[in-house]
T-cell receptor, first 112, second 112 residues
């Protein structure tokens, strides 16, 4: 148990569906992140929230929409995804002023 | 050219062997260096964290940073089957985990 919990662990969705990924951390961290991990590719940073404000968006398609209602919760809303969006989506958090990240277990997403 | 190049592997060793995992990088501004371990179907977990050049030891693990050569290594002594995982190097130039650049990962299998 890392202190960062992601739900669901697995998700299969059609290209016309709308779904949301949830992340929760109880580590007292004030920065949270969404990463995408595809086979044979390095981790790709998607979104960064610091003190609940989005501070970075690495040119992610608009079919991915993040939401950070408070410092403990992070969501990734998904709509009209493509099969190439199938991947492991990882949430992470970090304390202020630290370089290391603490990851959740990930959501394995399959788009059919 | 990638900013961070990691030995691709996969790597297979007998139990008890000394393992060396390596990354090179091109950005001399990197100051913080991390190693993450990722078991199959899990999120990455922080294994080692070092700042600037030098060695850091934690049990059977030693992280080594050579900034002059832009080269980092993770050594595992007396490797165990439970060390079988994918190892990711990561580095950043400031205390902002969201700015980390990750290697592709090296998959290690330790055979009993």
């Amino acid at each position: 148990e890392t202190g960062v919990t992601q739900t669901p662990r697995h998700l299969v969705m059609g290209m016309t569906n709308k779904k949301s990924l949830k992340c929760e951390q109880h580590l007292g961290h004030n920065a949270m992140y969404w990463y995408k991990q595809s086979a044979k590719k390095p981790l790709e940073l998607m979104f960064v929230y610091s003190l609940e404000e989005r501070v970075e968006n690495n040119s992610v398609p608009s079919r991915f929409s993040p939401e950070c209602p408070n410092s403990s919760h992070l969501f990734l809303h998904l709509h009209t995804l493509q099969p190439e969006d199938s991947a492991l989506y990882l949430c992470a958090s970090s304390p202020q002023g630290r370089a290391e990240a603490f990851f959740g277990q990930g959501t394995r997403l399959t788009v059919v | 050219q990638k900013e961070v190049e990691q030995d691709p592997g996969p790597l297979s060793v007998p139990e008890g062997a000394i393992v060396s995992l390596n990354c090179t990088y091109s950005n001399s501004a990197f100051q913080y260096f991390m190693w993450y371990r990722q078991y199959s179907r899990k999120g990455p977990e922080l294994l080692m964290y070092t700042y600037s050049s030098g060695n850091k030891e934690d049990g059977r693990f030693t992280a080594q940073v050579d900034k002059s050569s832009k080269y980092i290594s993770l050594f595992i002594r007396d490797s165990q089957p439970s060390d079988s995982a994918t190892y990711l190097c990561a580095m950043t130039f400031n205390t902002n985990a969201g700015k980390s650049t990750f290697g592709d990962g090296t998959t290690l299998t330790v055979k009993p």
